[in-house]
C-alpha cells in the first residue's frame, strides 16, 4: 500500500511539473510577443532573427504538446502563433515602405 502511494504522488508531481512547465512556456511567450508589440520599431534585425528562432521552438512545443494544453491553453498558444505573424507581416509592411522612401530620395536626389 505504502509503494503505491508514493508511486502514485510522484505521478501526480510529475504531471502538475509538465503542467507548469507548460504553462510558462506560454507565458513567456506572451510576455515576448507584448514586448515586441510595444517596441515594434525599436528592434534591429538581430532581434528579429532571435524572435524567429524561439517562435519556431515555440511552435514545436506547441505542436508536441497540444494533446496536454487545456482549451484556453491551446487557444491562447494559437494567438500567440497568430500575434507573431502578425508583427512579421507588419514588419515586412514597414521595410517595404522604408525602401520606397529611400529609393524616393534616391531618385529626387539625382533629378536635382
Request: contains cysteine; negative net charge.
Given at each position: ?22 504553462d510558462y512556456k506560454i507565458q ?85
Open positions: 500500500m505504502g509503494k503505491v502511494f508514493y508511486i502514485i504522488v510522484l505521478v501526480l508531481f510529475f504531471v502538475s511539473l509538465t503542467s507548469c512547465t507548460n513567456k511567450m506572451e510576455d515576448k510577443i507584448i514586448e515586441v508589440e510595444k517596441n515594434i520599431n525599436k528592434l534591429k534585425e538581430a532581434d528579429w532573427e532571435q524572435l524567429e528562432i524561439e517562435m519556431n521552438e515555440f511552435e514545436i512545443f506547441v505542436e508536441e504538446n497540444k494533446s496536454d494544453f487545456s482549451s484556453g491553453k491551446r487557444t491562447l498558444a494559437n494567438e500567440l502563433i497568430g500575434r507573431y505573424n502578425k508583427l512579421i507581416i507588419e514588419k515586412k509592411i514597414n521595410d517595404v515602405n522604408s525602401e520606397v522612401k529611400d529609393f524616393k530620395e534616391k531618385i529626387e536626389a539625382l533629378i536635382n
